[in-house]
């Protein structure tokens, strides 16, 4: 079990702090779902991205100056901010197998899931998360072929820097909640947390 969080900002100038505060405290509270890593994308109103991951638990990873410098860019000039928290299924716990996987400057995503038997025919990854990015990474236009070939249990969010969109899909293996604000939309794995912010 992983959890994904979000906020998305229906303006172009950048988060308000209030927004960012929500997103560190879904951040913060998706550690329920896991303790092995967590990671954060960030795009910005110009569609590039950042990310930073490791292996510390959120309590620690949002004390850092890396995510209090990536928060700060995100009040400037933020469009969206997604975060993952991992429970090592596949792959063992270290920094390059936490979430978000970046491939070939073509698509930056986390997962929620797994797959059921192995996954090395969709790409020889260590981590099954990986190897769904690469597949939609390569060249998989119809999202729908690109999922149904994939027999996993999926909760994704990823930014295509192609299309210049923020995509989200799951099935019906996996929860993925949503609330719209005036500003802002927000996604989780558990609903309580978007009823709490």
């Known amino acids: 079990m992983c959890g994904i969080v979000a906020v998305i900002n229906k303006w172009s ?15 913060w509270l998706d550690t329920l779902r896991g303790e092995d890593s967590t990671g954060v994308f960030m795009v910005n109103n110009l569609g ?3 990310i930073i991951k490791s292996t510390d638990v959120a309590q620690n990873f949002i004390a850092t100056d890396e995510y209090n410098k990536l928060a700060k860019t995100a009040i400037r000039e933020g469009f969206a901010l997604v975060g993952h928290n991992r429970k090592a299924t596949r792959g063992t716990v270290k920094d390059e197998n936490a979430h978000p ?5 073509k698509v930056v995503l986390v ?6 038997g192995d996954h ?13 990015a690469h597949h939609i990474a390569e060249g998989h ?11 996993a249990a999926i909760a994704t ?22 609330m719209q604000t005036d500003d802002s939309w927000y996604f989780a794995s558990e609903w309580q947390m978007l009823e709490f912010i």
Do not use: C, Y
């Open 111 to 116: 997962h929620n899931g797994s797959f059921i």
């Open 120 to 132: 090395k025919h969709i790409k020889d990854t260590e981590v099954d998360s990986h190897a769904m």
């Open 13 to 27: 100038n950048g988060f308000t702090n209030k927004q960012v505060d929500n997103f560190t405290t879904l951040l």
């Open 48 to 50: 590039n991205a950042e």
């Open 141 to 151: 236009e119809d999202l729908e072929t690109a999922f149904s070939e994939l027999n």
């Open 101 to 105: 996987f970046w491939v070939d400057e």
């Open 157 to 178: 969010v990823w930014w295509d820097f192609r299309s210049k969109t923020l995509q989200v899909f799951r099935n019906d293996q996996r929860p993925l909640h949503f």
